[in-house]
Nanobody, 122 residues
């Protein structure tokens, strides 16, 4: 299984950025999905998760109200729309997939993408 994340880049504080993650398998629709991030020198942390059905969504407190996760099963893609970006949002962002119904906030995922880098300048 491959998860290909893209969309990272360099933006200024306050701007927006949209990440995408495409899965290589049609089984995508049976997975819950998550986005994580890891800043240099820090542990990887949960950012957002969406259940198999898309009906259950959760966010880290640090991104609530600014980030939006969504999925498009027909395109085997999960998105992370990021708005009002802050320098502390700078990190390598990973998408992940699990066969569980709901996306866990821990790293209990079966598949991981390679990461896409987001840098927010002040």
């Amino acid at each position: 299984v491959q998860l290909q994340a893209s969309g990272g880049g360099l933006v200024q504080a306050g701007e927006s950025l949209a990440l995408s993650c495409v899965a290589s398998k049609p089984a995508f629709r049976t997975w819950a999905l998550g986005w994580f991030r890891q800043a240099p020198g820090k542990a990887r942390e949960f950012v957002a998760g969406i259940s198999r059905s898309g009906g259950t969504i959760n966010y880290a407190d640090s991104v609530k109200g600014r980030f939006t996760i969504s999925r498009e099963n027909a395109k085997q893609t999960v998105y992370l729309q990021m708005a009002s970006l802050k320098p502390e949002d700078s990190a390598l962002y990973y998408c992940a997939a699990t066969t569980l119904w709901v996306a866990p906030t821990t790293e209990n995922y079966d598949y991981w993408g390679q990461g896409t880098e987001v840098t927010v300048s002040s």
